[in-house]
């Protein structure tokens, strides 16, 4: 008979969605992870990775963080009474410490917290990370994309390729 202990710790976490562009437009001050609310139609298209984050942020409402602008698929099979709003609003399950935190960091002016991926842990509960975030200018874009080019062109000189 095998044994299965430590099985759960080895396995990896299944990212369902993330926001690369967010990297871009923001930068991240500091990130955090949340449970997040759902309901039971909406489990298998984010299992199947039939979701986007990429429009969505947090806002507050009576005190409490909700995830505004997420769109998580309709379930194909399911009744239409059922079926899930795909743009709804969901409710982020954080401490009360962690959201006071958050919460007193979109009430400053210029910044915001935006989801950067939403992925299943090793029990099967979907999370989301969240980052605190204050928003870019175009030209602090320009200096990231001049960047990147020139890191790019490095690692081809460096392996000897000639470039056009």
């Known amino acids: 008979?095998?044994?299965n202990k430590g099985t759960k710790e080895n396995k990896n976490y299944k990212k369902v969605a993330e926001n690369r562009r967010a990297r871009f437009d923001y930068f991240i001050e500091d990130t955090m992870e949340a449970g997040i609310m759902l309901k039971g139609t909406e489990i298998k298209p984010l299992r199947v990775g039939k979701v986007s984050i990429n429009e969505s942020f947090a806002e507050?409402?009576?005190g409490e963080l909700f995830l505004?602008?997420?769109h998580i698929d309709e379930h194909g099979n399911s009744n239409v009474k059922w079926q899930h709003?795909?743009?709804?609003p969901r409710k982020l399950l954080l401490k009360r410490k962690e959201m006071g935190k958050l919460i007193g960091a979109i009430q400053r002016q210029g910044v915001?917290?935006?989801p950067l991926a939403?992925?299943?842990n090793h029990k099967g509960i979907a999370k989301v990370v969240l980052g605190v975030a204050k928003g870019?200018?175009?030209h602090d874009k320009r200096e990231v994309e001049k960047k990147r080019d020139w890191d790019r062109e490095k690692s081809r000189i460096m392996r000897g390729e000639k470039f056009s």
Not at 85 to 88: G, I, N, S, T, Y
């Open 68 to 70: 505004v602008n997420a």
């Open 1 to 3: 008979m095998a044994n």
């Open 60 to 62: 507050v409402r009576e």
């Open 118 to 120: 939403m992925y299943f």
């Open 85 to 88: 709003e795909p743009k709804r």
């Open 136 to 138: 870019k200018k175009q």
């Open 112 to 114: 915001t917290v935006v």
